[in-house]
């Protein structure tokens, strides 16, 4: 189009955009590499994918009225009795009417927050937080309250403290606490039992209700896991995002919404896709009903916990000088390099060496943290995802971004 408008030599049509879309960046994502060591995705790793061939094949066959059909706009029937009893399973007390099937977690998240949020509204967030979230937050013109976390998780004492001022400033309550409780994207902290209640307590007290998004609770290599949010909360205060991206496969993106009924009830009439496509939806019911979930799940955690200790023992032999977390779960570690190295410098660097990261900046959301202990975005983190490149590949990778560093420093 922009060249028919250019041969003509005329002027071409600028649009005048929404406000929400005018705070975006008008640049394109950059292209994949398919050359460098994949260290900035949470991407799957392709040898874990599973098989889906005879699920995908009953789908079409025995039911292809309904897979084919317009799917049921809260999602089919029996996807949401078998969310509800997976969740049941692990300590939740949800029926099928408190869930929503949508076109995974990002999707639902979205929804959320159309939801609930009006331009200049607040809302708590980690600092750092899951990047990707941090554009949909923006695009509906939020305010961001930022809360530092330990090795605890999110600190409570410090969103009290936040609380306490908003309110002594004469201002609204944030909207909602949005948190990644299990294998945090991108620290990998796991919330202590302690700390989910206190967190719950908080909220409640002052009547906000908290966003868990959990896409990795099931990614676990050892360790028991606390309770979720949502099956410690009695209040209705919990708004939980599942998916079965990280259990089954991203590109399926099939995800879920556990919320109370009048929160579904409005999310649907929200949902603007003609229901979630149920194709998806009825491989993976019947990928479960043949046993193959609860096995694949097993699989990934046994794959996913060998990338962990091979991605782990590179970081000690070639980056000693690099703290890490130790991830019990999930897809990535986060690094915390000297003060003076500059981690966007440096993921420029390490792709010129042939391995891609994501530099710690991207994960703060910008309008500085609630506390004034931890500065505003600071430049010497960054996430590495040992989920995408095999474990051979994770150890050259960790060798070029140690090379890049060397690089930079000479
Ligand atoms: C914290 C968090 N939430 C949501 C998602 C996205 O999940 P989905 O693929 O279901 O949209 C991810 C994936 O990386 C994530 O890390």
């Given at each position: ?5 250019l ?58 009225a ?55 509204d ?45 309110a ?6 944030p ?13 990998a ?26 896409p ?126 500059d ?54 990778g ?13």
């Open positions: 189009v922009e060249q028919s408008v041969e003509q030599n005329v002027t071409a049509v600028q649009p005048v955009l929404a406000r929400r879309a005018a705070r975006l960046a008008a640049t394109p994502p950059a292209a994949e590499s398919h050359e460098a060591i994949p260290f900035d995705s949470g991407h799957a790793f392709p040898g874990v994918l599973p098989d889906l061939t005879a699920a995908a094949q009953a789908a079409l066959t025995a039911f292809r309904e897979t084919l059909q317009y799917g049921v706009r809260p999602g089919l029937p029996e996807m949401r009795e078998f969310i509800a009893s997976y969740m049941n399973a692990d300590g939740a007390k949800v029926t099928a009417d408190e869930i929503l099937v949508v076109n995974g977690a990002k999707h639902g998240l979205d929804l959320l927050c159309r939801l609930l949020l009006d331009e200049g607040s809302i708590v967030v980690t600092a750092p937080t899951y990047f990707t979230s941090i554009p949909i937050f923006r695009s509906f013109g939020v305010e961001f309250v930022e809360i530092g976390q330990d090795d605890e998780g999110m600190s409570v004492a410090e969103l009290e403290d936040a609380l306490r001022r908003l002594a400033a004469g201002r609204k309550p909207k909602f606490i949005y948190n990644v409780p299990d294998y945090h994207n991108p620290t902290v796991t919330m202590t039992r302690g700390r989910r209640e206190a967190l719950l307590e908080v909220a409640a007290a002052h009547g906000i209700p908290v966003i868990e998004d959990s990795y609770r099931k990614v676990r290599f050892e360790g028991v896991l606390e309770p979720s949010l949502k099956a410690l909360d009695r209040r209705n205060g919990v708004y939980l995002l599942g998916t079965f991206s990280k259990l089954v496969a991203p590109g399926l993106r099939i995800g879920w919404v556990a919320a109370p009924r009048d929160v579904v009830a409005r999310l649907v009439q929200l949902k603007s896709d003609g229901g979630t496509c149920p194709l998806t939806q009825r491989i993976i019911l019947e990928f479960a009903r043949a046993g193959g979930l609860e096995r694949h799940i097993e699989k990934v955690q046994s794959v996913y916990r060998a990338h962990r200790d091979r991605m782990v023992a590179a970081l000690n032999s070639e980056l000693p000088e690099v703290k890490t977390t130790y991830p019990h779960g999930g897809y990535y570690v986060w690094l915390e390099f000297p003060q003076n190295v981690t966007d410098a440096l993921a420029k660097r390490a792709a010129d060496f042939g391995a891609t990261m994501i530099p710690g900046s991207k994960f703060f959301a910008g309008a500085g943290p609630a506390s004034s202990k931890t500065p505003s975005a600071p430049k010497h983190f960054a996430r590495l995802a040992y989920s995408h490149a095999s474990p051979d590949e994770i150890e050259e960790v060798k070029r971004i140690a090379s890049a560093l060397r690089s930079m420093r000479a």
